[in-house]
């Protein structure tokens, strides 16, 4: 089993920037394809953003792509999000999660899910 603790959310005005943080308790850390999901009030969960376990391929919803990046750092066993030009449809509870399928984080079926960190773009 694998746990995942997210970090980082918080309070910020549109065209702001965060850094999320997930730490992972598992020895297999650098196995794991991971990615990050979030979801709104009364919307459905959506893949954010995704990353393979060699950090060689990275997956980025439209709506994010070019504000986001995701990153990690096997040694530290942590994947990072840093997402910059906030808008307030970005306001979600965000969640990391990990599974030996990329296709199955992708598709928001990982078998690993921490609990969320909420981020709130408001002025």
């Known amino acids: 089993q694998v746990h995942l603790v997210e970090s980082g959310g918080g309070l910020v005005q549109p065209g702001g920037s965060l850094r999320l943080s997930c730490a992972a308790s598992?020895?297999?850390?650098?196995?794991?394809?991971l990615g990050w999901l979030r979801q709104a009030p009364g919307k459905e969960r959506e893949i954010v953003s995704a990353i393979s376990y060699d950090g060689v391929n990275t997956y980025y919803a439209d709506s994010v792509k070019g504000r986001f990046t995701i990153s990690r750092d096997n040694a530290k066993n942590t994947v990072y999000m840093h997402m910059n030009d906030l808008k307030p449809e970005d306001t979600a509870v965000y969640y990391c999660?990990?599974?030996?399928?990329?296709?199955?984080?992708?598709?928001?079926?990982?078998?690993?899910w921490g609990q969320g960190t909420q981020v709130t773009v408001s002025s």
């Open positions: 598992t020895n297999a850390f650098r196995s794991y394809n």
């Open positions: 999660a990990a599974d030996s399928s990329s296709a199955d984080v992708i598709q928001r079926r990982s078998d690993y």
